[in-house]
């Protein structure tokens, strides 16, 4: 995801030194256009205790000086609301309407920074802050710019970026942190399903959850484990498989060219012992990558994981006889 940067452009508010009578209002301006903000906001926040409230210059002034106060990377969230605060008095002693589409964008310049932090807490891993901010981004626009604002792009992205954040910590996580991880990172992916069933990434990624628990459920038992404990985790692995599986099948029908979604299809189908389905699946991803394995092994005729590959896929999948035998004997050869 990226924050959005050019809607953060800064706006200069049009005050005429000229045509303002309002002394506290001039110093603020004054020590504003200089960059001295925090001289600024002493001067404008007498201001607006004064009958110079009653003017929406004011008000639109403030809540710039706030809202420079609160410039990233500094996050002073009390700074924000009060420019957000601010540009609402100036939007309701704005009488005639005059300013109405400039106060729109201050608004938007300084609720935009909601969705800006939610993305700097997803590079930072902060997955719940980000998730926060990125709810107050939402309530904020529909309350204060656009009541019938649609977020349903913006969600499938958002939601995308979180599942595959949360997905990505699941490596180095296990026992009740991974359930609890497991848990958030389908809920977030389920949010982009919920608007498009047929979205590549969610479908995707979501697939490859359901597998890699149903594996390492498989592979790697609790060596405490009763039992029927470890018949339950078997029943459970084929569950998630078959979760899997659907979801698996869409990206396929999305982007049939992919290996990650033919690899995945291959060892699903070979974790539900489907060996006709994994055959096909096989074959499919031993044709992407046997020229990758002839490379690899012309640049190193000992490494026996290529070798191997080359064995297999010769034996199986693409059977050539003489190329397995040729191959074959070169691992024996190696003591493979």
Do not use: C
Not at 18 to 38: I, N, R, S, V
Not at 317 to 330: P, R, S, V, Y
Request: glycine share 4%; no cysteine; net charge negative.
């Amino acid at each position: 995801m990226i924050k959005v940067r050019h809607i953060l452009i800064f706006v200069l508010i049009l005050i005429s030194q000229a045509g303002l009578t309002q002394e506290l209002t001039a110093k603020a301006h004054a020590m504003f256009k200089a960059g001295d903000y925090d001289s600024a906001r002493v001067f404008i926040d007498q201001a607006v205790q004064t009958p110079e409230k009653n003017n929406s210059q004011t008000w639109q002034l403030r809540g710039l000086i706030y809202h420079k106060l609160e410039t990233p990377p500094t996050i002073n969230l009390a700074y924000r609301d009060i420019a957000l605060e601010s540009y609402l008095q100036a939007r309701k002693t704005d009488s005639t309407g005059i300013y109405k589409d400039q106060i729109t964008k201050y608004l938007a310049n300084t609720i935009v920074r909601y969705y800006n932090d939610a993305v700097t807490y997803l590079d930072e891993n902060k997955f719940a802050e980000s998730e926060r901010s990125y709810l107050i981004y939402k309530e904020k626009y529909v309350q204060l710019i656009d009541p019938a604002k649609q977020f349903s792009a913006v969600d499938i992205e958002y939601y995308n970026a979180l599942g595959n954040g949360y997905s990505r910590q699941l490596g180095r996580l296990s026992g009740k942190d991974y359930e609890i991880t497991f848990t958030l990172a389908v809920n977030a992916l389920s949010k982009v399903l919920a608007i498009d069933s047929m979205n590549y990434l969610a479908n995707l990624n979501t697939a490859v959850l359901y597998y890699n628990r149903g594996a390492d459920l498989m592979e790697n038992p609790d060596v405490n484990d009763s039992m029927e404990q470890l018949i339950a985790n078997i029943e459970l692995s084929n569950e998630l498989f078959l979760k899997a599986l659907p979801m698996m099948q869409k990206a396929y029908l999305l982007n049939p060219e992919s290996p990650e979604v033919i690899e995945g299809l291959a060892g699903i189908y070979y974790s539900l012992n489907d060996n006709e389905n994994w055959t096909i699946y096989q074959t499919k991803l031993d044709i992407i990558n046997l020229p990758k394995y002839l490379a690899a092994y012309e640049k190193d005729p000992t490494d026996k994981d290529v070798l191997k590959q080359l064995v297999r896929i010769y034996s199986s999948t693409l059977k050539d006889e003489a190329q397995h035998l040729k191959f074959k004997t070169i691992l024996d050869q190696l003591g493979g």
